[in-house]
Structures are given as C-alpha cells and as structure tokens.
C-alpha cells in the first residue's frame, strides 16, 4: 500500500544551491563561475547570525542558482561547516509561494525549524531554515532552506 505524504505547500521547485568557500577563495572561484557563462546577480555582506559574504550565481540556462557563502568571521555557521569533512555543500534551497503556510506545515510536522519564524533573507527574499536532523525519523543530513522570492 502507498504512503500518501502531505506535500509542501506552493512548493515551485528548487531556488539554489548554497557552496561554502574559504574566504581566500571567494574571487577566484568566482572568476570560475564568470568563465563558465554564470553571471552575478547579487551580491552583499550579511551580518547578524548568519556573519556571510554572499555571491548569487545566475547560471546560462536559468535557474536553479548557485551561491557561494563566504565566512566574514569565525563565529559564522559557514567558518564551521569549512572544518567538516565535506565543506563544499552549505545548503539546498526550496523555493515555495507562501511561505507562511510552509512554515506551518513543517511545523505541523514537526520538522526541528532553525527560526521562530520567516524572516527577511538576502536579495529580498523571505526565508527560515530546516535543521539537518530532520525529520527525526529520517535526518536529511543538510541544511535546507525555505525561500519565498517577489521575483518569482
């Protein structure tokens, strides 16, 4: 017998993929990205909790998006995700169309969410994240991040 899993509301399909990259590294790998085709499309220091530098990607035949995250300090999430094993990987983002109702749905879930609620995010947007252990059931193992772009 199948199991019906309720869906993400307005899910629309994945936003972008977030790299982590040493400070040192930011320019070159985006000189890789540039010789590539991708163009920039954002870019700006994030402070706060997330302490980021962050390049939005536009790659040649549209989306999803690449985001290089760079750490502005050692406190920063990303500093510590750099130390791991694989540091490539910062997250996967998923755009949805209310993020409200995203929100409570995971929450209705009970999915361990990072925020106490969407917040503003970069270029934007409106975000919260999904810690990694979970579901509890079945840890995903990444951050995932939930997105609602006006852009859109």
Known sequence: MLK???TLPGLIGIHHFALAVPSDQLESQLAA?????FAIIH???????????EVLLQPPCGPPLVQLLSPLSASSPVARQLDK????????ALAVADIHAA????????????????RPGSH?????FVHPKS???APLGYLLEIVQDPTA
């Open 4 to 6: 019906v899993i309720p």
């Open 33 to 37: 990205y540039q010789a590539l085709g």
């Open 43 to 53: 870019r700006e220091d994030v402070s706060g909790s997330d302490q980021v530098h």
């Open 85 to 92: 094993p694989r540091p490539a990987f910062a997250h996967l």
């Open 103 to 118: 929100y409570a749905h995971l929450q209705s879930l009970n999915y361990q969410l990072l925020d106490p609620a969407p």
């Open 124 to 128: 934007g947007t409106t975000v919260f």
């Open 135 to 137: 579901p509890a059931e």
